[in-house]
């Protein structure tokens, strides 16, 4: 059953379609980005933006960044709600439970191929955008990339945010992690939030050109090996995985629900830009932890040196919380649904 719907999944042109256009969307920022050489202000656009130019092996972090705000949840939402819905759209359905199938191993067979289509998904962006990345922009500059210090900015959808500013809560503030970073050999030191409480140090070239040749820069600012780096890369792509399981454990509940699949998505999409703006709003403050968008952006703390737990872990305990209570949901009124009317 797992395999028919797998195929019945990677047989649609539509499948290849979505994964495609979200692959090309980095492409197209990344041809912009190369052509230029203008990359966004430190703490504007998306995350890693201001820094794939010093390292191209950044650039699937940047591009995960991009698409994750919308494009992916959107292509997650669409899949998930034609689970079970798309079935009793086309009349399909009713003949698939005739046969002696159970309706718990097919509801777990549609589960298993929302699963693989976003594990797909997010691989094919972060391998298309890391080919994209180091072919427009290198590897790495041996200088640069030491003193690369990739800001976060946008809306507090993530708690990666209040992390990286201090106490004041503005992204790309300079009493964050990422001021300590060593300043460019040559370069003017950046100027601290306070007069008197920062602190730089120049690097010898000849010693910055050693410790950048295999690396890239946290956000802390400390170099990261290529290993360093590719672990790092595989945790955050673990991390957004989880989350958009969150946003296909809405759709999928939904698709049982409705006949319609078009009503089960944008169902799923009402409820992620509700959580989007409730996240933002102080008098919603007592559930925004418990919003499904709300440590969205907690995968940039794999980024730091030390990583930043703190979130990642409540954002992976929100997520599979959605997952649990609504997928006992989709089952309990799937098990129950009469699908021959």
């Known amino acids: 059953m797992i395999v028919v719907e797998l195929r019945k999944l990677f047989r649609r042109p539509r499948t290849w379609v979505t994964i495609g256009l979200l692959c090309l969307l980095p492409a197209i920022v990344a041809g912009f980005l190369a052509s230029t050489r203008i990359t966004p202000p430190p703490g504007q656009g998306a995350a890693f933006l201001s820094a794939v130019l010093e390292s191209g092996s950044l650039y699937p972090a940047a591009a995960l960044a991009l698409v994750l705000p919308i494009f ?8 998930a709600g034609d689970a079970v819905a798309g079935e009793s759209t086309t009349g399909t359905l009713r003949y698939l439970l005739v046969r002696p199938v159970r309706r718990t191993a097919l509801l777990g067979a549609k589960l298993v191929s929302v699963i693989v289509f976003v ?6 962006v972060a391998g298309t955008s890391y080919v994209v990345g180091v072919t427009l922009f290198g590897a790495g500059d041996p200088v640069a990339v030491v ?18 500013t201090g106490s004041s ?7 964050g992690p990422a001021a300590a970073a060593p300043a460019a050999p040559g370069a003017s030191p950046p100027a601290s939030g306070t007069p008197g409480t920062g602190s730089t140090t120049a690097l010898d070239p000849t010693e910055a050109r050693d410790r ?3 690396s890239v820069s946290s956000l802390s600012g400390d170099p990261l090996s290529p290993g360093d780096l590719a672990l790092r890369l595989l945790g955050a792509m673990g991390y957004i995985t989880i989350s958009m399981l969150g946003v296909g454990a809405i759709a999928f509940f939904l698709s049982t629900v409705t006949a319609s699949a078009l009503g089960a998505t944008l169902g799923a999409l009402a409820a992620l830009i509700t959580s989007q703006v409730l996240v933002t709003l102080d008098a919603a403050a007592s ?13 940039i703390d794999f980024f730091r040196d030390p990583i930043f737990l703190r979130d990642i872990r409540a954002g992976v305990l929100v997520q599979l919380a959605y997952v649990l209570v609504l997928m006992v949901a989709a089952w309990a009124n799937f098990t129950t649904k009469d699908v021959a009317a």
């Open 119 to 124: 594990v797909v998904t997010v691989a094919a």
């Open 287 to 299: 559930v925004t932890p418990y919003l499904p968008t709300r440590y969205w952006l907690a995968w």
């Open 169 to 175: 809560g503005s992204s790309g503030s300079a009493n």
């Open 72 to 79: 992916l949840p959107v292509a997650v939402a669409v899949v």
């Open 212 to 214: 950048a040749a295999d």
């Open 147 to 164: 003193n690369a210090i990739p800001q976060i900015g946008g809306p507090g959808g993530g708690g990666s945010s209040s992390g990286a």
